[in-house]
């Protein structure tokens, strides 16, 4: 029971933690804050809008300028003299619905429509609630995009094109006779402003005011954007100023309704506001697109002319003069479709002339000192204005180059002017992500926002700049940024860990169900929780993989879910087949957007970058390895799990590895003083287990700046050549790692020469040790113009001298120095060198001999001389070693003859060898300079090519082969019946010496059987000698002196294979080699 109840209790304490983690982690779950919630509706909002046609804008805007010129032109209003009976008045009178309502429904209907107002409003509030509502949570419901599309359309006709009549109706309360007792209304006579029920009204309508003023700034802050290739119509990137226009209309209008019983105050109020939103508009220009800032400063200029008019009416003396008014009444028909063309052309002029400063920019020195004095910005609105030069759009809708290039330029000397300020930072930062297609860019102007305090209207722009960027790299088939990579591994985590907390649910089950005292009760919430789990875990697979259905790993760990959770074999088998699709590379390295093609100043090795093959590691700005490619592990011998997480200095040897921090440290405090970034260099590396190699490194800026930097390395091993050895020494001169090259050259092992000051191989340390010191004090200048380099001999532990060209190279950084030492041979001599002991073991072997054999170093390092050695020499060579013959064939590796080493497939390699012997305290050692032959060199050394004539004269012998025991020359000009037992045979058989018949003879067999060789025997010529005396005493003579020269032993003939071929007219090459050859 004891044991039951601590199992119980380790199970509990197991399901708390999985629940905590759970929790913390669960996707179903995730939650925005506040200000999110509310960001994420006003996007929401934007996106409702969908595609604008330019005659809907255009006519909108165009109703939003007769909608505020009939506010101010009507006859509510005193003075004005207007025919209510003209057709066209009773269809406009009702754009500025306020004039009609209380002329023909009076006071009461007033209020009633009023109130309804207010309930709009309300309904405006309560589906902007439900909006914020269902958006609190990441994964909104599909039915808040019906809401946002109605809470849109309903603020886009209240708070945008009837803000001036539906603010004015509210306010219209407020018009009474202040100045006098009773306070009456100016409209409504009957009326008195002081009953409570008409004071209840004016709250009212000053409530619904404000809240409408409100709702419109933050409608006008929700559709504004900073995409400078936005191609809406209406769109914005000066969210502040519009919502600065709402607020200045309400107060233009409160103040116009609240002084209205005194017409001179009144119009002038109305005359200031107008005139400031005419220049607002013409200023600061809101609008992306120029014509539509021309067409609200030409509605401005419409109701400042007729606002002008009416004070002109108010300040006359002859303002009861029914004429008059119905005068200026006309002149506002007349006049006003001139003044708004007027206030559209000054608009546009102005405009013109402002954009012309542009062109300083095109061309312009690209220097920062250059920058802030090309031209001296008034504002950052102007900076703002300026750049829109790059919306010169191609056939193709893309910004064309040089326009892109000038809008750039504005913005950069923009930042320096005004040390970057926060809209600035926007702006570049969509400019670098729609224009430049470059997200870290992008993200790095977005940390430098975070760190400035934005204000509201700034967050929400940099939010939404945020949002453009995940849909950016969602929208890419299978390109990732690397926050997008870093967010892909959190989310495949998360889903993993609840996939792994229903597999423990199901053991749990189970395991209760093998229980015989298990209780229903028990049995039915184990069942209930494991249901609940599968849902979970369900439901979150699904909602991973909408935001990253290209994850071919994720696809096939769903699949396992519902194979062996869900049971759902028909499911499992469709997500494996999509799985199978799309491959194992989803969500991974090779996703990730790394194109470095597009960015300026990159160096080759960045844009040759390979991530399937090349080491790659993304850290962040404390050293912490955030990714590693698939090649890390090939070239550090860790695992891609040992090395996330861990900081990229135990890749490092020392000094390397203690300093790096501090390398990253002065980056974050002095971003401008960047050592190392977009540069090649050549560094060391430390492997797992702990041996230092050689590596090229680039290393460059992924995103961010200072503390939010993130940093991509790129290493790639150094390939080793012949004629360039190379060392990396510590300015000591101590020997850090070296190369099998710089081993073959020296003939030490590479392990043995590590920690070894390099002098100790040199010829003459004194004068290396000078070369030592003037690399300490010189420039990296002096290491790229050559100047740091020496002729010397490098000392060979067993070939002695090799006379050598020294030249220095600087490695490493500016602050921790190493330097790479280049050697190469005077003389191109062949150096495979091997080197065992009296058991055969190898204990020396150059990395071209090991190659040419087909071995790696470290294998070739473990053989013994007969594992490369072809049978049957392999066998019997050994006693050779111990015990050497005192003399040996010509054909033996002693006499430098070719012989065959065998590779590790089992070929034949041909070399020849330079044999030498070499005592060392732990014994003698041979040594072997080999150089490579040919299987042409082994025949050439075992057979003669006889050049003979018809008549049987050998005309020519090739010289230097002695393989028959004697000169080969020695047979020129003699008789070949004399040396070969094939012709002797046939002169004594035909009795005579021309061997042309069979000359011809043999040649004729040869071209019927290319290749056939006859056995014959040969003897040397001094036995011929012998016999040819014989054969002048007569006939039988030559046959007795054979007999005595065999009886006497002096004849010993060889048995040799001859080949024929014709070589020209009357001559014939016979090639004789021994038949065993």
């Known amino acids: 029971m004891a044991s ?118 309300g309904l405006l509030l309560v589906g902007a609630g439900v909006l914020g509502w269902a958006m609190h949570r990441q994964d909104a419901p599909k039915w808040a995009s019906h809401v946002a599309r109605f809470v849109q359309l309903l603020a886009d006709v209240a708070c945008v094109v009837f803000f001036l009549a539906v603010l004015d109706y509210l306010l219209f309360p407020l018009s009474c006779d202040w100045q006098h007792t009773p306070q009456m209304h100016l409209y409504f006579t009957d009326v ?51 919502a600065r226009l709402a607020a200045a209309t309400f107060i233009m209008i409160f103040f116009w309704n609240i002084v209205s019983f005194s017409p001179k105050p009144a119009s002038l109020i109305v005359v200031v506001g107008s005139g400031f939103v005419w220049v607002t508009y013409a200023v600061f220009v809101p609008y992306y697109t120029p014509h539509i800032n021309y067409m609200m400063c030409g509605n401005w200029a419409a109701i400042i002319y007729v606002q002008l008019l009416y004070t002109v009416l108010a300040f006359s003396p002859q303002r009861t003069d029914l004429a008059f008014c119905r005068a200026l009444t006309l002149n506002v028909l007349y006049g006003v479709w001139p003044m708004y063309i007027g206030g559209f052309a000054a608009a546009w002029a102005y405009y013109a ?26 504002s950052p609105a102007e900076v703002e204005l300026l750049s829109r030069a790059m919306r010169s759009f191609d056939l193709d809708g893309a910004i064309e180059p040089a326009a892109a290039d000038a809008g750039e330029l504005v913005l950069r000397a923009g930042l320096l002017t005004f040390n970057n300020n926060v809209h600035l930072l926007v702006l570049l930062a969509n400019f670098n992500l729609e224009v430049r297609r470059d997200a870290p860019a992008s993200r790095s102007q977005l940390l430098l926002v975070s760190k400035s305090t934005p204000k509201f209207v700034e967050r929400y722009l940099v939010y939404r700049t945020m949002q453009s960027q995940k849909s950016a790299a969602e929208g890419a088939e299978n390109s990732l940024d690397l926050h997008s990579y870093v967010e892909a591994k959190r989310l495949f985590r998360s889903v993993l860990r609840l996939h792994r907390g229903t597999l423990m ?54 699949g396992t879910f519902l194979e062996d959770v869900k049971n ?37 090795m960045l844009l040759s970058m390979d991530v399937n093959d090349d080491c790659i590691v993304i850290i962040n700005s404390e050293g912490l390895i955030m990714v590693a490619s698939s090649g890390a ?65 680039c290393v460059t800026k992924l995103s961010g700046v200072g503390a939010d930097a993130v940093f991509l390395g790129l290493l790639r091993p150094l390939t080793f050549s012949r004629s360039d050895v190379r060392a990396w020494l510590q300015p000591n001169g101590h020997i850090m790692c070296c190369g099998p090259m710089f081993s073959a050259l020296t003939g030490i092992e590479s392990s043995k020469l590590l920690g070894k000051n390099v002098k100790t191989v040199m010829a003459d340390p004194h004068a290396f040790e000078a070369l030592l010191a003037r690399c300490a004090t010189s420039t990296p200048e002096d290491f790229e113009a050559g100047r740091l380099q020496m002729e010397t001999d490098v000392m060979n532990k067993y070939t002695g001298r090799v006379a050598c060209h020294v030249r220095m190279a600087l490695g490493g950084s500016l602050t921790t120095r190493l330097f790479v030492l280049h050697i190469s041979r005077v003389t191109d001599t062949d150096q495979n060198l091997l080197v065992v002991d009296e058991a055969g073991s190898v204990t020396f072997g150059t990395v071209e ?210 080949q024929v071929s014709a070589v020209g007219h009357g001559m014939v090459a016979a090639t004789v080699q021994p038949a065993d050859a």
């Open 353 to 378: 002339l402002r954009m012309r400063n542009v062109m300083k920019y095109k061309g312009a020195d690209t220097r920062k000192s250059q920058l802030r004095v090309v031209h001296r910005f008034g």
């Open 192 to 242: 008195d402003c002081a009953e409570p029920s008409h004071v209840g009204t004016m709250v009212a309508g000053s409530i619904g005011a404000v809240l409408l003023t409100v709702a419109s700034c933050m409608y006008q802050v929700s559709i504004a954007t900073c995409n400078p290739i936005e191609r809406s119509i209406l769109a914005s990137p000066s969210p502040r100023v519009r």
């Open 849 to 1058: 001999l090991a190659l040419m054999l087909g071995y790696t170093l470290k294998d070739f390092a473990r053989l013994n001389l007969q594992d490369l050695l072809p049978m049957p020499m392999s066998v019997s060579h050994a006693g050779f070693l111990r015990d050497a013959p005192p003399s040996y064939p010509v054909t033996s590796c002693r006499a430098g003859s070719v012989v065959f080493l065998q590779a590790a497939n089992g070929a034949r390699v041909p070399v020849r060898l330079s044999l030498s012997q070499r005592e060392e305290p732990a014994g003698l050692k041979h040594v072997a300079r080999i150089t490579a032959a040919t299987d042409e060199d082994y025949l050439n050394e075992r057979r003669t090519v006889l050049t003979v004539l018809y008549d049987g004269t050998i005309l020519d012998v090739d010289a230097g082969s002695e393989i028959f025991g004697f000169p080969s020359s020695s047979m020129r000009g003699r008789h070949v019946a004399e040396l070969l037992g094939l012709f002797s045979d046939w002169r004594g058989r035909s009795g005579g010496a021309n061997m042309r018949l069979l000359m011809l003879a043999l040649l004729d067999k040869e071209s019927e059987a290319p290749g056939a060789a006859w056995r014959t025997t040969l003897i040397s010529p001094g036995t011929a000698q012998q016999l040819a005396l014989g054969h002048d005493g007569g006939p039988d003579a030559g046959n007795d002196t054979r007999r005595s020269v065999v009886q006497q032993g002096r004849l010993q003939p060889k048995l040799v294979a001859m």
């Open 633 to 697: 592990p090939k070239l550090f011998g860790y695992q891609k799990a040992e090395l996330e997480g861990q900081n990229v200095s135990m890749l490092m040897p020392q000094p390397f590895s203690g300093r790096h921090n501090s390398y990253l440290q002065h980056y974050k405090d002095h971003p401008d003083q960047a050592r190392i970034l977009d540069t090649v260099k050549e560094v060391v590396g430390l492997h797992k287990d702990r041996t230092v190699f050689p590596v090229t490194i």
């Open 505 to 558: 649910r199901t053991r749990e089950f189970w395991a209760l169900m093998l229980k015989q005292d298990a209780r229903a009760g028990r049995i039915e919430d184990a069942l209930m929780e494991l249901d609940t789990a599968v849902e979970r875990t369900y439901r979150a697979y699904r909602k991973v993989l909408d935001r990253t259905p290209k994850n071919g790993v994720l696809l096939k760990c769903f």
């Open 4 to 121: 039951a109840a601590a199992a119980a209790g380790g199970a509990d304490d197991k399901k708390a933690k999985e629940k905590s983690s759970n929790k913390k982690d669960d996707l179903l779950t995730e939650t925005r804050g506040g200000e999110e919630t509310l960001f994420a509706c006003m996007v929401a909002l934007d996106k409702a809008k969908g595609h604008m046609s330019w005659q809907y804008a255009y006519g909108k805007v165009l109703l939003e300028g007769l909608v505020g010129v009939m506010v101010f032109f009507n006859t509510c209003r005193q003075f004005w003299q207007i025919d209510a009976q003209l057709f066209v008045w009773r269809i406009l009178r009702w754009f500025a619905f306020r004039e009609p309502v209380a002329a023909v429904w009076g006071y009461d209907t007033f209020n009633v429509i009023l109130y309804v107002i207010m309930g709009i409003l």
């Open 568 to 604: 759902d074999m028909r499911s499992a088998s469709k997500v494996y087949a999509e799985a199978a699709r799309l491959g194992l590379a989803g969500g991974s390295i090779l996703s990730m957007d790394l194109d470095f093609a597009s960015q300026p100043g990159k160096p080759e």
